[in-house]
């Protein structure tokens, strides 16, 4: 998203470190059998819970081992426009909030663009002005794509699924620092929505992230809310 604010700290890198370990592994893997294999890494978790942060971190750790890599922000794929959004929500009494509110089919079709190097134009929306712009983008120069967002693991054809296990609850403070939508009733509102569908993904994880930011293995239980 253009325009976006990040707040990345020491526990975002640390994170990340982690991560990269990881799918520097599943990389080489996979390279054994398909040289020059295009590896897609998912990261899901709440608003406010760092996803964006993550992924950054991730993205130029990545960069520091010569992968070239994208970041895909699934807020840029909602079916309905930012400055529509509010007012379809609440005319429907917040039915509409979650996984449907997101066009899928173009997520999949930009990652298909990805493994197949292709030149495309992708949506990213200003925070500013609230507008979809399109971004021209040739994915044959991008060796790693980290895709971001709410439900991102719930995306089809992810090597490495990340969620960060931190509820809305527990991020209000980032939440208000980064200012992207006004705290008011309607956004608690769609937050405990949202809510409910995040957590719902979080078996589909390979890798957790707890309170404290450590990354743990799928197979280690971490405490729900």
Not at 109 to 135: A, G, H, S
Request: aromatic share 8%; net charge negative.
């Amino acid at each position: 998203m253009l325009g976006d604010v990040l707040l990345i700290n020491d526990q975002h890198k640390s994170a990340a470190k982690s991560i990269m370990e990881r799918v520097l592994v599943d990389r080489s893997e996979l390279e054994k059998s398909s040289p020059g294999y295009k590896f897609v890494v998912a990261i899901s978790g709440e608003s406010g819970a760092g996803k964006s942060e993550l992924a950054h971190s991730l993205a130029l750790l990545l960069k520091g081992c010569n992968i070239r890599v994208k970041i895909l922000h699934t807020d840029n794929y909602y079916r309905v426009p930012p400055l529509e959004r509010r007012e379809h929500r609440i005319s429907n009494e917040y039915k509409s909030v979650g996984f449907g509110e997101y066009d899928w089919n173009l997520l999949h079709d930009n990652i298909d663009d990805f493994r197949k190097d292709k030149q495309v134009f992708i949506p990213c929306i200003d925070i500013i002005t609230e507008e979809v712009d399109q971004l021209f983008t040739d994915f044959s120069k991008i060796q790693l794509l980290i895709i971001d967002g709410l439900y991102a693991i719930r995306t089809d054809d992810i090597d490495l699924r990340v969620f960060i296990d931190l509820t809305y609850h527990k991020t209000k403070i980032n939440q208000m620092l980064r200012c992207k939508e006004p705290a008011d009733g309607y956004r608690w509102e769609v937050l405990e929505r949202e809510h409910h569908h995040v957590r719902s993904l979080k078996p589909l994880a390979d890798l957790h992230v707890d309170c404290n930011f450590d990354v743990f293995e799928s197979c280690v239980d971490i405490e729900d809310e």
